[in-house]
């Protein structure tokens, strides 16, 4: 039982002679082993390098100190440790020493090649040690004991059979084994369990006290690794707000731009617009000089539209939040364009289900989103066709909400697809191609995400926004 185990406690503050037996003084070529597994730590910062390092120099032969290792690492939000590697002596045989000064033991480090370490994790004993995982609430009472006090263990056979619900010894066949917590200051790693299945022979003190100075300086690599990788994650998304902000600042000298050019072209167009309506009136409607007028007043109307395009495009995200249910929003865009629809022949069929469908942001500008989904649509189908419209619940971590636009006007070319939401991009003759970038933008300002594909019938699109939490 756990009771009858025989804890070696490693006191930091105790005078070394009372931590070590006298017998078990440290050798030198234990100084040498200790010396070559130190600077192995430091010979990489990579996580994946590390723990094969770690357990193929606990196994290697001329080492002399276990038959097998296996590494485990805590999951602190599931309360349990997650096999992670296996290492069999055989299988460390590629293990050797690389930078060392002939003769002199305490230069050097240990290294493996990639071929080697990928045999490793392919062996059947690693397989299931990564296929295992312990419970640190109700799985081997032993290794939680180990994690709960942070002290090195070992056990043997007669221990364990007295533990008759773990299924972690008869798994491995263990007979008598080690285990020993990778742990940091405030933090636990892991842990690493070793045992001899071949020899089956006792674990002895001076093994059980380097593999817990093993398991020390693991636990400090490990961390830096991890907090290493952290760091450089960190580092690649702040490049990433770097060069988004640098967008962000071209396109507000663009937008500015463009405001100051619109004003600039907005009134000369209402005038010729103007005046060309009051020339038509003048005009006896079966005038030659009628079409020469309706031209103008088209293009006027073309570019009139192309500069409120541009603008909207162009404009600060200012969003006025409130909170409110998304199928008001489109229901009011379906109204707007229904009787264009009903005239085109158009069907239109809405699936808005009873639920909590409220967002948080700018109705106006959501009303915009749609309406420019639901003018594509109206323009892909200029014969007819049907058009639906469904809400539904997306399956993002944080509850959301997705409207699908689905028609039937043949759908968007397989080489358009990635172009579509580029500024200007138009298949059509009088598109301005700022309908879907105008879409994208606001639906990302408001912490969402639009896609398009392609149905059997046509296109579709699926506009993913974030609910507002519940109010209180
Ligand atoms: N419902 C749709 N069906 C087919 N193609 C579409 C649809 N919606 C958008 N597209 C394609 O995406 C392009 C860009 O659309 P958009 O940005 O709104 O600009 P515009 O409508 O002015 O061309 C369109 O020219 C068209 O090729
Ligand atoms: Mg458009």
């Known amino acids: 039982m756990i009771e009858a185990l025989r804890l070696v406690m490693t006191d930091a503050t105790a005078p070394i002679s009372q931590m070590l037996p006298s017998q078990a003084l440290p050798r030198t070529k234990d100084m040498a082993t200790s010396f070559l597994f130190s600077s192995t730590l430091l010979s990489t910062i990579h996580?994946?390098?590390?723990?094969?390092?770690?357990?193929?120099?606990?196994?290697?032969?001329?080492?002399?100190?276990?038959?097998?290792?296996?590494?485990?690492?805590?999951?602190?939000?599931?309360?349990?440790?997650?096999?992670?590697?296996?290492?069999?002596?055989?299988?460390?045989?590629?293990?050797?020493?690389?930078?060392?000064?002939?003769?002199?033991?305490?230069?050097?480090?240990?290294?493996?090649d990639d071929r080697t370490m990928e045999q490793q994790r392919q062996s059947e004993f690693c397989r299931n040690v990564r296929a295992s995982r312990i419970d640190l609430d109700d799985g081997c009472r032993i290794v939680s004991r180990v994690v709960k006090e942070r002290i090195p263990c070992r056990i043997s056979h007669i221990d364990?059979?007295?533990?008759?619900?773990?299924?972690?010894?008869?798994?491995?066949?263990?007979?008598?084994?080690?285990?020993?917590?990778?742990?940091?200051?405030?933090?636990?790693?892991?842990?690493?369990?070793?045992?001899?299945?071949?020899?089956?022979?006792?674990?002895?003190?001076?093994?059980?006290?380097?593999?817990?100075?093993?398991?020390?300086?693991?636990?400090?690599?490990?961390?830096?690794?991890?907090?290493?990788?952290?760091?450089?994650?960190?580092?690649?998304?702040?490049?990433?707000?770097?060069?988004?902000?640098?967008?962000?600042?071209h396109l507000a000298a663009l937008g500015e731009m463009a405001a100051s050019l619109s004003h600039e072209l907005k009134t000369p167009l209402v005038t010729i617009g103007g005046f060309a309506a009051r020339l038509g009136r003048l005009l006896e409607p079966d005038a030659t000089q009628r079409q020469y007028l309706d031209t103008i007043i088209g293009e006027v109307q073309r570019l009139e539209h192309l500069l409120g395009d541009v603008l909207a495009y162009s404009k600060k995200p200012t969003i006025c939040y409130n909170r409110f249910d998304l199928r008001a929003v489109i229901r009011e865009s379906i109204e707007d364009y229904f009787i264009v629809f009903e005239e085109q022949g158009i069907s239109c069929h809405l699936l808005l289900p009873e639920g909590y469908w409220e967002v948080l942001g700018d109705a106006h500008q959501l009303k915009q989103v749609f309406i420019n989904l639901l003018v594509n649509a109206q323009e892909a189908m200029p014969d007819g066709g049907e058009l639906r419209l469904t809400l539904s619940r997306g399956d993002t971590e944080k509850p959301s909400v997705v409207v699908t636009l689905a028609d039937t006007g043949g759908g968007i070319p397989e080489?358009?697809?990635?172009?579509?939401?580029?500024?200007?991009?138009?298949?059509?003759?009088?598109?301005?191609?700022?309908?879907?970038?105008?879409?994208?933008?606001?639906?990302?300002?408001?912490?969402?995400?639009?896609?398009?594909?392609?149905?059997?019938?046509?296109?579709?699109?699926?506009?993913m926004l974030p609910l507002a939490g519940m109010p209180d």
């Open 160 to 249: 364990c059979l007295e533990c008759r619900d773990c299924g972690f010894v008869r798994r491995f066949d263990m007979k008598t084994f080690a285990v020993a917590p990778l742990a940091t200051r405030d933090r636990l790693v892991g842990i690493i369990i070793v045992d001899n299945p071949l020899s089956d022979g006792p674990i002895e003190d001076e093994q059980l006290q380097l593999l817990q100075l093993f398991a020390n300086q693991s636990g400090m690599a490990l961390e830096n690794s991890r907090l290493y990788r952290n760091l450089e994650e960190t580092h690649a998304e702040l490049r990433d707000a770097r060069q988004r902000l640098m967008h962000g600042a």
């Open 47 to 112: 996580l994946n390098k590390l723990v094969h390092l770690i357990l193929s120099a606990l196994v290697h032969e001329q080492n002399q100190l276990f038959g097998r290792a296996m590494l485990y690492l805590h999951n602190p939000k599931t309360c349990t440790l997650q096999g992670m590697l296996g290492i069999c002596r055989e299988d460390a045989s590629a293990l050797h020493i690389v930078d060392t000064t002939e003769g002199n033991p305490l230069t050097g480090h240990w290294d493996l």
């Open 415 to 463: 080489e358009s697809l990635s172009s579509i939401f580029t500024p200007f991009f138009t298949t059509k003759r009088r598109g301005t191609g700022l309908g879907l970038p105008i879409v994208s933008r606001i639906v990302q300002n408001h912490g969402g995400m639009i896609s398009a594909g392609n149905s059997d019938l046509g296109a579709e699109f699926r506009v």
